[in-house]
């Protein structure tokens, strides 16, 4: 699903991965469709979210800025797989990220309550991951079923369909303050970082867009 959101599109992708007994083959061709999917979305710097039962433990240890330190368990075969796919596509595991006690990290329980694992998710890209003010399981749920909801709270503004005659200017003067200004060299760079240019007809628009998005979420 394509949403109209400012200043980039935003692509959802809704994902049910084959459970870790299934055939090796059988998971690796889930990923490549996947893979296409991306590849076919995703368009000079858009915004992707994908999120569901990806039936991986990705475990609790931190891994290259992609797992962080709130996840659960040990990692399995299907968990690396989540990490090589994140790993190619920059992509970070958000409800790794957010600081939740150890015994409400699950998604899933087992049918006789005695195994508890932590295997939904939600993936952004990591130039995106400011935008991601929370993202945690919600296992207080009653919404009858043996997954507990993941819910993620992120920052974002649709595109008006008509052109808006007001003129907006951001507040520039705010970069007068060394910890402002230093915030907002910091995340230019990380955006920059991050982006992938495919070609000289879109580096300028590409560029032109990293300062408007920084300069907006930093000044307003």
């Known amino acids: 699903m394509k949403l109209n959101t400012k200043p980039r599109k935003t692509i959802l ?82 409800n790794t990220w957010f600081e939740q006690k150890e015994s409400d990290r699950h998604t899933w329980i087992s049918p006789d309550g005695r195994t508890k694992n932590q295997i939904d998710y939600v993936l952004i890209n990591h130039r995106y991951r400011n935008s991601i003010t929370d993202s945690k399981s919600r296992p207080e749920a009653d919404c009858g079923s043996d997954h507990n909801p993941v819910v993620t709270s992120i920052i974002t503004r649709l595109k008006n369909t008509k052109k808006a005659r007001e003129t907006r200017k951001c507040n520039f003067k705010k970069l007068k303050e060394p910890p402002i200004r230093v915030k907002f060299q910091t995340l230019l760079n990380e955006k920059m970082q991050d982006s992938h240019y495919e070609n000289n007809k879109v580096i300028w628009e590409e560029f032109k867009s990293d300062i408007k998005e920084t300069i907006n979420e930093v000044c307003g």
């Open 13 to 94: 992708i809704q994902v049910y991965a084959p459970t870790e007994d299934k055939e090796i083959w059988i998971k690796e061709e889930f990923y490549e469709n996947l893979s296409k999917a991306v590849r076919e979305n995703k368009k000079y710097g858009e915004r992707i979210i994908i999120c569901g039962d990806f039936n991986a433990k990705v475990g609790n240890e931190r891994e290259e800025g992609i797992i962080g330190p709130f996840g659960l368990g040990n990692r399995n075969e299907n968990g690396d797989l989540l990490v090589d796919f994140c790993r190619e596509f920059k992509l970070v595991v958000t």
